[in-house]
């Protein structure tokens, strides 16, 4: 595996423990909820039109649409969180790969 993946899977992980594990000292709210998931879906639909959403992305913002729809907001949260950093760590895959492939060819 080379650096640059690494490095990728460095970013990934990381986002996902601090938005995952990070205690919430109030019940959310379904205002909580929907601005989470606002913002996911943002970021989710730039990752698809940097053609890199990945399918993690997708079924983890389909699984914080269910619990805000049963009205488990703290749940709702979460998931809307770890569907954001998922979407934000493959728009940094991308961003990244970009240029880094070059760096790889054979010259």
Do not use: C, H
Request: a positive charge; proline letters at 1%.
């Amino acid at each position: 595996m080379n650096k640059t993946m690494r490095g990728i899977r460095s970013v990934a992980l990381t986002l996902l423990l601090a938005f995952v594990a990070a205690p919430s000292a109030r019940a959310a709210t379904e205002a909580d909820y929907k601005a989470a998931y606002a913002a996911a879906e943002v970021a989710s639909k730039e990752a698809a039109g940097l053609r890199n959403q990945w399918t993690t992305t997708i079924s983890t913002l389909a699984a914080a649409k269910k619990a805000g729809d049963s009205g488990d907001f703290d749940r709702a949260v979460a998931a809307a969180q770890e569907a954001e950093a998922l979407a934000k760590a493959s728009i940094f895959q991308a961003t990244s790969e970009k240029e880094a492939w070059k760096a790889m060819e054979i010259r």
